[in-house]
């Protein structure tokens, strides 16, 4: 099993920043990546920035030159940090390990966080 615990949401005023952390704990042969999706209310869930194991990024349009996703192996976390944030920023944000082998043999699992909150006020 693969825990994620997130933390670094809050509420922030538009035009300034956060950085969110997610922590991955647990037993796993491989992990593809790490990511961050959001969820504002009546709206689906969004890839907002993943990260592969060899370090490739990829962000969602409305974030880029804006947001940035990074990872430390050592700690098993991934922080997304968020700068001159938009009301429209406002939303549930998720921790994603992206397909996880918790053996050699194992199908790959997705695994999620509870997600943080993170409020932009206009």
């Known amino acids: 099993q693969v825990q994620l615990v997130e933390s670094g949401g809050g509420l922030v005023q538009a035009g300034g920043s956060l950085r969110l952390s997610c922590t991955a704990s647990?037993?796993?042969?491989?992990?593809?990546?790490m990511g961050w999706y959001r969820q504002a209310p009546g709206n689906q869930r969004e890839l907002v920035a993943r990260i592969t194991s060899g370090g490739i990024t990829t962000y969602t349009d409305s974030v880029k030159g804006r947001f940035t996703i990074s990872r430390d192996n050592a700690k098993n976390t991934v922080y997304l940090q968020m700068n001159s944030l938009k009301p429209e920023d406002t939303a549930v944000y998720y921790c994603?390990?992206?397909?996880?082998?918790?053996?050699?043999?194992?199908?790959?699992?997705?695994?999620w966080g509870r997600g943080t909150q993170v409020t932009v006020s206009s």
């Open positions: 994603n390990a992206e397909k996880v082998k918790l053996s050699y043999r194992a199908f790959d699992v997705d695994y």
């Open positions: 647990g037993s796993w042969f491989s992990m593809n990546g």
